[in-house]
T-cell receptor
């Protein structure tokens, strides 16, 4: 089993749609969880951290379920500018951070 | 405040050659991690350096080695290059070992092509 797995994608959605990305991780001892965004041929950039209580940043909502070892990202009212690859990131151990394979999102006019 | 700086931005090498990639971390950061990202895949962890020592290593052969200098900058060396080593190599820095809660900043990467 891979350490971090994500929906294979790609996701093609119309503007204004709500889209959800899912991620699972294998190491139950993992402590920190993040979503990164990567634009084509650019470096990854932190989108948001994921907390046990769930957290929201504008149109973006992240959820963590430690029992199921599952992380999600919900994007509401999708914009064209949301088109990118979304990477699930898990702090696998104290000094080893693991990225998922990413899920590509295209928001269509 | 400069972010993470990587050099060179692009590189073309021949199979069997050796390559050195360089990274200067963000000001205030002392930990450097290296990742390999093949086209269409997520970044794969190569190793992390802190206090001039390799602290953790991913599933990469010994052909991949690194170094961290007293000023926290780092190098990634790859020997005996294979076609499969063609990828974007990303350097990420953080304020202290493992503590990415305060920010894990990536450089723009070095795109290596092996022919």
């Amino acid at each position: 089993r891979k350490e971090v797995e994500q929906d294979p994608g790609p996701f093609n959605v119309p503007e204004g749609a709500t889209v959800a990305f899912n991620c699972t991780y294998s190491n139950s001892a993992s402590q920190s969880f993040f979503w990164y965004r990567q634009d084509c041929r650019k470096e990854p950039k932190l989108l948001m951290s994921v907390y046990s209580s769930g957290n929201e940043d504008g149109r973006f909502t992240a959820q963590l379920n430690r029992a199921s070892q599952y992380i999600s990202l919900l994007i509401r009212d999708s914009k064209l500018s949301d088109s990118a690859t979304y990477l699930c990131v898990v702090d696998h151990s104290y000094d080893k951070v693991i990225f998922g394979p990413g899920t590509s999102l295209s928001v269509i006019p | 405040d400069a972010g993470v700086t990587q050099s060179p931005t692009h590189l073309i090498k021949t199979r069997g050659q050796q390559v050195t990639l360089r990274c200067s971390p963000k000001s205030g950061h002392d930990t450097v991690s290296w990742y390999q990202q093949a086209l269409g895949q997520g970044p794969q962890f190569i190793f992390q350096y802190y206090e001039e020592e390799e602290r953790q290593r991913g599933n990469f052969p010994d052909r991949f080695s690194g170094h961290q200098f007293p000023n926290y900058s780092s190098e990634l060396n790859v020997n005996a290059l294979l076609l499969g080593d063609s990828a974007l190599y990303l350097c990420a820095s953080s304020p202290r070992q493992g503590n990415i809660r305060y920010g894990y900043t990536f450089g723009s990467g070095t795109r290596l092509t092996v022919v």
